[in-house]
């Protein structure tokens, strides 16, 4: 099977950078959640106060189960954040809380990169599905078609992963300047806020990582087989 052969090389450096960044995540966000904020806002409180401030009265926010699994949903205009964001007052929590409210002014404002993201799903979560059967089913009975036609659609896939580090920046760049402007968190506050949201950064920089790293192997394998 080619899934073992010397191709996989080309992943290595991606695989190591993805697995660096959940570490770098993780240890991160641990560290500064100790740190409670001095204002004491919760991050549910902190989504709140900004979405408010942006207008977006009627995005509720609401509770979601998991570790980081905090995100805004475009689809449903529904900010949904974990327990230890939700309720937490630390540092990270609220680092955590205004990134994603940084989506949702996004979306408000149709923010290119979000459009253009958001957009493209359907596609990318087909591509991502269907790419490699239809790239070993090419293989299995020689239909170069289905070959191409796979690596067209993981093309897709490296597409939303690229389109969506813009995206990911640029709400955190948001959510560091409204939470100094509106004094929410303070210097040193501020700067454990930006490590958090620079790690986080980091994973969406090893994604689009390993989908390029993805790409080049189906497209040496497709070659390495004619």
């Known amino acids: 099977m080619f899934y073992f052969d010397r191709s996989f090389i080309i992943l290595i450096p991606a695989l190591l950078v993805a697995a660096y960044a959940q570490y770098k995540v993780s240890s991160t966000f641990n560290n500064y959640s100790r740190y409670t904020s001095r204002n004491g806002y919760t991050g549910s409180q902190v989504a709140r106060m900004l979405l408010d401030a942006s207008g977006l009265y009627d995005v509720p926010v609401e509770l979601i189960p998991g570790k980081l699994s905090d995100h805004y949903d475009p689809g449903a205009r529904v900010m949904r954040l974990s327990q230890e964001v939700y309720y937490g007052n630390s540092v990270a929590s609220i680092g955590v809380a205004a990134h994603e409210t940084g989506h949702a002014i996004q979306h408000k404002e149709r923010y290119f990169p979000l459009v253009l993201r958001n957009s493209i799903v359907p596609i990318a979560n087909f591509g991502s599905n269907a790419s490699w059967i239809l790239f070993i089913l090419g293989f299995m009975f020689g239909i170069r078609g289905l070959v191409s036609l796979g690596i067209i659609l993981f093309t897709g896939v ?3 992963q690229l389109v969506t ?6 709400a955190s760049s948001r959510a560091l300047k409204i939470l100094e402007r509106r004094s929410i968190l303070y210097g040193d506050e501020l700067e454990g806020a930006r490590k958090v949201l620079g790690a986080a950064a980091m994973t969406y920089v090893a ?8 790409l080049l192997r189906l497209i ?5 087989r004619d």
């Open 207 to 214: 994604a689009a990582l390993t989908a390029i790293a993805n």
């Open 165 to 170: 580090l813009p995206v990911e920046l640029n």
């Open 220 to 224: 040496y394998i497709s070659r390495d």
């Open 158 to 160: 490296v597409v939303f």
